[in-house]
């Protein structure tokens, strides 16, 4: 139980483009769904955590109109990589939660963002 | 702000062997969550093991153990025997309240090698 998928799992696209990622909690609901950036040999940096139903709540100095997050349901949050550069290539990967358990968040398998 | 610290960027074990891989972390809060996770060159992030602040005991998982010195503000992971399936990057993760619904931050990892 407590998987977490991602799609896509790779993505090639050209500058100036949007690209949709999402994240789905498959075997359990998710009230609130994390999502991090996490470049070459980085650590992960979380970028926004959004709960199901309201306005995700951006980390300070990530942009809310470059990286839009919707949580419409308990199963469901996507990233919308706006108007995407080279520079924002990096590894998205998310994670679900079941709220104020006391366990782990679930991580999916990560989506690789290449821009040309 | 919570801080996490991996001081070993890399470590090196011998197959069989065990091997000890340090974390500190810094906060005020007294309810808090620390979490260890391995992620191998595929990217994804795969949860280890769990200590709560308030937990009495420290943390085992089969052949993981979570070596908890409140006092000191540590949280090291030990691994016995050492497999060459281990080889990854090992982070540490830190959240307040300890539950599944905080956000977690990540300390820099220690990419680990198991030699046969």
């Known amino acids: 139980g407590a998987v977490v998928s991602q799609h896509p799992s790779w993505v090639i696209c050209k500058s100036g483009t949007s690209v949709k990622i999402e994240c789905r909690s498959l075997d359990f609901q998710a009230t609130t769904m994390f999502w991090y950036r996490q470049f070459p040999k980085q650590s992960l940096m979380l970028m926004a955590t959004s709960n199901e139903g309201s306005k995700a709540t951006y980390e300070q100095g990530v942009e809310k109109d470059k990286f839009l997050i919707n949580h419409a349901s308990l199963t469901l949050s996507t990233l919308t990589v706006t108007s995407a550069h080279p520079e924002d290539s990096s590894f998205y990967i998310c994670?679900?939660?079941?709220?104020?358990?006391?366990?782990?968040?679930?991580f999916g398998p990560g989506t690789r963002l290449l821009v040309l | 702000a919570q801080k996490i610290t991996q001081t070993q960027p890399g470590m090196f074990v011998q197959e069989k062997e065990a091997v000890t891989l340090d974390c500190t972390y810094d906060t005020s809060d007294p309810s808090y969550g620390l979490f260890w996770y391995k992620q191998p060159s595929s990217g994804e992030m795969i949860f280890l093991i769990y200590q709560g602040s308030y937990d009495q005991q420290n943390a085992t998982e089969g052949r993981y153990s979570l070596n908890f010195q409140k006092a000191r503000k540590s949280a090291n992971l030990v691994i016995s025997a050492s497999q060459l399936g281990d080889s990854a990057m090992y982070f540490c993760a830190h959240n307040l309240g300890g539950t599944s619904g905080s956000r977690l931050t990540f300390g820099e990892g220690t990419q680990l090698t198991v030699n046969p």
């Open positions: 994670s679900a939660s079941q709220g104020d358990r006391q366990e782990t968040q679930y």
